[in-house]
């Protein structure tokens, strides 16, 4: 890792390095949390969880060839380096803004209450049709998981397309501060993190911190759909660059012409300044024509030709939990349970009723809405109905909620389960071949369980 020696690492996070002059001067491999991970030659951040303390598996560490370990304990009389500091999580994000500044590299920071993963997919499937991109993996968008994406950047790397996630106010700030980010994407603003945010004006207020880091040439990519982003027409004394799903006056990008695939995508024509073309989409939803717009917008920027944009948008590929279409031979499967909010589960009921014969809904609680969840929960329920969903499973104690709106709407085929082991007992007394089953909740409802047992049965 360039520039990342011990000595300027421990200079970095502000610890008190403890070793020889000679140890002062290695540079490490890599930098990691999990003693499962660490390479030959790598550092490992001693954290405490709560689940373990990684001071625990410190010897563990060094046996399989870490080169020093950073902790927060004093370690007496050793016979490897290491770095002391008071705060593991605080030295982790310092160096992690260290070897940012090193790196010679465009940084595109993507956020929204919605699409944050599957932008970041299609940004990054546009950008390699000409560069080496590296991007943020899994969930890693916090402040842990941010700084470990950093540390995943190497020389051979050209563009880096990182997701950053918050709940609160701040966390942008300072996710910010450690990315950098020379093109600023945000999604839309939309009904998340309310116990904390509590209005959509308090999420535009916190998703908008990211221009706190932005390059001072830097650019903003905004969807001029969002009536709260329209308010933001400038950053840094630059025009915003807004994309559309529809023509309007304020943007450069915009479709036409989008024709639904039903689960296999949309076709669209693409219109830019320096001309049009026409893409078929390949993931699920015509939400997916807004990522495909940002992903435009930001492969301009970074001077791709419209070709390259084409192909990147028609070779991204659905991740495990995000708008993924599963067939089993005996279902088919929306597999959309990595999160949920009330934005991306009316989007994902839209799309359920793409599908062709009887369609199965199996929702459950969202998370970190506050005091109107329950409100919020009901209209859910009252939504699905609504639609025409043949068949409704609310899962979860908020979930209860979804019950009860779509049974005041009138649904009739309707159950509630407490989790998703209560439903996958039932399943078979609820269930019919031929069926398309979306199954959507909050990560903390584990819902990729029943996706897995589906998957399993219809083989």
Request: glycine share 10%.
């Given at each position: 890792?360039?520039?990342?020696?011990?000595?300027?690492?421990?200079?970095?996070?502000?610890?008190?390095?403890?070793?020889?002059?000679?140890?002062?001067?290695?540079?490490?491999?890599?930098?990691?949390?999990?003693?499962?991970?660490?390479?030959?030659?790598?550092?490992?951040?001693?954290?405490?969880?709560?689940?373990?303390?990684?001071?625990?598996?410190?010897?563990?560490?060094?046996?399989?060839?870490?080169?020093?370990?950073v902790s927060e304990q004093d370690l007496g009389?050793?016979?490897?380096?290491?770095?002391?500091?008071?705060?593991?999580?605080?030295?982790?994000?310092?160096?992690?803004?260290?070897?940012?500044?090193?790196?010679?590299?465009?940084?595109?920071?993507?956020?929204?209450?919605?699409?944050?993963?599957?932008?970041?997919?299609?940004?990054?499937?546009?950008?390699?049709?000409?560069?080496?991109?590296?991007?943020?993996?899994?969930?890693?968008?916090?402040?842990?998981?941010?700084p470990l994406t950093i540390f995943t950047i190497?020389?051979?790397?050209?563009?880096?397309?990182?997701?950053?996630?918050?709940?609160?106010?701040?966390?942008?700030?300072?996710?910010?501060?450690?990315?950098?980010?020379?093109?600023?994407?945000?999604?839309?603003?939309?009904?998340?993190?309310?116990?904390?945010?509590?209005?959509?004006?308090?999420?535009?207020?916190?998703?908008?911190?990211?221009?706190?880091?932005?390059?001072?040439?830097?650019?903003?990519?905004?969807?001029?759909?969002?009536?709260?982003?329209?308010?933001?027409?400038?950053?840094?004394?630059?025009?915003?660059?807004?994309?559309?799903?529809?023509?309007?006056?304020?943007?450069?990008?915009?479709?036409?012409?989008?024709?639904?695939?039903?689960?296999?995508?949309?076709?669209?024509?693409?219109?830019?300044?320096?001309?049009?073309?026409?893409?078929?989409?390949?993931?699920?939803?015509?939400?997916?024509?807004?990522?495909?717009?940002?992903?435009?917008?930001?492969?301009?920027?970074?001077?791709?030709?419209?070709?390259?944009?084409?192909?990147?948008?028609?070779?991204?590929?659905?991740?495990?939990?995000?708008?993924?279409?599963?067939?089993?031979?005996?279902?088919?499967?929306?597999?959309?349970?990595?999160?949920?909010?009330?934005?991306?589960?009316?989007?994902?009921?839209?799309?359920?009723?793409?599908?062709?014969?009887?369609?199965?809904?199996?929702?459950?609680?969202?998370?970190?809405?506050?005091?109107?969840?329950?409100?919020?929960?009901?209209?859910?329920?009252?939504?699905?109905?609504?639609?025409?969903?043949?068949?409704?499973?609310?899962?979860?104690?908020?979930?209860?909620?979804?019950?009860?709106?779509?049974?005041?709407?009138?649904?009739?085929?309707?159950?509630?389960?407490?989790?998703?082991?209560?439903?996958?007992?039932?399943?078979?007394?609820?269930?019919?071949?031929?069926?398309?089953?979306?199954?959507?909740?909050?990560?903390?409802?584990?819902?990729?369980?029943?996706?897995?047992?589906?998957?399993?049965?219809?083989?």
């Amino acid at each position: 890792m360039k520039n990342m020696t011990l000595g300027n690492i421990a200079k970095a996070c502000g610890g008190t390095f403890i070793g020889t002059q000679q140890e002062e001067g290695i540079e490490v491999s890599g930098i990691s949390i999990d003693s499962r991970t660490i390479q030959t030659g790598g550092l490992f951040v001693a954290t405490r969880g709560a689940r373990t303390d990684g001071h625990l598996y410190i010897d563990d560490v060094i046996g399989k060839g870490a080169a020093a370990v950073v902790s927060e304990q004093d370690l007496g009389s050793v016979s490897y380096p290491y770095i002391r500091v008071e705060d593991s999580f605080d030295a982790l994000k310092k160096m992690a803004a260290f070897y940012r500044i090193g790196l010679d590299i465009k940084v595109v920071g993507i956020t929204g209450s919605v699409g944050k993963t599957s932008t970041k997919e299609m940004i990054a499937s546009v950008l390699s049709t000409k560069y080496q991109v590296q991007k943020t993996d899994k969930n890693f968008n916090n402040e842990v998981g941010l700084p470990l994406t950093i540390f995943t950047i190497g020389e051979e790397h050209e563009v880096a397309v990182l997701e950053m996630g918050i709940s609160d106010f701040g966390e942008m700030t300072r996710l910010a501060q450690i990315a950098k980010p020379d093109i600023c994407v945000i999604t839309n603003i939309g009904q998340c993190h309310l116990e904390n945010l509590k209005t959509r004006d308090g999420v535009l207020k916190a998703k908008t911190e990211i221009f706190t880091g932005m390059s001072e040439d830097g650019e903003a990519v905004l969807c001029g759909d969002d009536d709260k982003l329209l308010t933001v027409q400038s950053v840094n004394g630059r025009p915003a660059h807004y994309f559309t799903r529809l023509q309007k006056e304020n943007a450069e990008v915009y479709a036409s012409g989008i024709v639904s695939r039903g689960l296999f995508g949309s076709d669209c024509t693409i219109h830019t300044r320096q001309g049009s073309f026409d893409v078929h989409i390949p993931l699920l939803g015509e939400h997916m024509v807004s990522n495909a717009l940002a992903a435009a917008t930001v492969g301009l920027l970074l001077g791709l030709s419209l070709p390259q944009i084409r192909e990147g948008i028609e070779k991204v590929k659905a991740l495990p939990g995000r708008s993924r279409v599963v067939e089993t031979g005996q279902y088919v499967v929306i597999d959309d349970c990595y999160n949920a909010n009330p934005v991306s589960m009316r989007a994902a009921l839209d799309v359920l009723m793409l599908a062709e014969g009887r369609r199965v809904a199996v929702i459950g609680s969202m998370f970190e809405l506050g005091q109107e969840q329950e409100r919020l929960h009901d209209e859910i329920g009252a939504y699905a109905a609504a639609k025409g969903i043949d068949v409704i499973v609310a899962l979860g104690e908020l979930g209860r909620h979804i019950y009860e709106g779509a049974k005041a709407a009138g649904q009739k085929q309707l159950f509630y389960y407490e989790n998703a082991e209560e439903f996958l007992k039932h399943k078979g007394e609820i269930l019919q071949a031929g069926d398309t089953i979306l199954v959507k909740a909050s990560h903390g409802m584990h819902l990729e369980r029943i996706v897995e047992e589906l998957e399993e049965a219809g083989k």
